[in-house]
């Protein structure tokens, strides 16, 4: 009889456990866990199922974002989550899981985004467009990006630092190796002729090598820009190389 008095106690304990942790405030969870760089309002719903009417990510801001946890994402070790969110305007949706260490990895990613809503993370004031995303892997190590793997096409691009009407459009895609997230560029309506080839090492270095050329919808003040990057081959390209650290 006290066996199974216990048994009933100790199942008893454990629903309310349980029935605390899926009703547990997902406000109460944003101000005790979530990092600074991370900020949110008019949240509502608990830890496991939930809404925020506005939220921003190291400075890219989204409406609507809400989230659903994914109880099967723990047997890899990490608190998983299918999110959805609004840029303004736009729309994105995925899964996202947090594992030990502070990495956060993305799966599933597809959505369109508006480049203004990235002015602040690439620190280009005046940049415009707009950007289509199936990734179907990213992993974040401390901020780091160690693994991507998907294709993101932009679309309109106006980059004031470079010319102040739009350069047309692009496609970047993105695969992992040992040595690190490799990738490669190409104009897809562009004004201008371009291809090329990056890499982001794990040390936070990143590369990028290709070629650019004019065609005849070039504005002359891009021309002349290249002029700048050397002397161009037989085929009136010439070498773009950039390097540094994110």
Known sequence: MIATRSRLI???ALTFLVGLLVLFPAR?????????QVTMSGISGSVWLGDAQH??????YVRNLSWRFRPMAMFSGGLGYAIEASPAPGTIAGNV???PGGAVSFQDVEGTVPLQSLVQLANMPGLQGRISLELERVVLDNGVPVA??????ISNLVAPIIHRGSIGGYKIEFFTQNSGVMGSVEDT????DLAGSFQIRPDRSYSFLGLVAPTARTPSNL???M????????????ELRLEGDL
Do not use: H, K, S
């Not at 109460?28 to 600074?36: A, G, H, M, T």
């Open 189 to 192: 309506d562009a004004v201008v």
């Open 148 to 153: 991507v793997d998907g294709e993101i096409q």
């Open 97 to 99: 899981a947090l594992g």
């Open 28 to 36: 109460i969870v944003y101000q005790w866990f979530v990092p600074p």
């Open 10 to 12: 100790l199942i008893g």
């Open 55 to 60: 939220a921003e990510f190291g400075g890219m």
């Open 227 to 238: 002029q700048f990057l050397g002397t161009a081959n037989e085929r009136g390209q010439y």
């Open 223 to 225: 021309r002349q820009q």
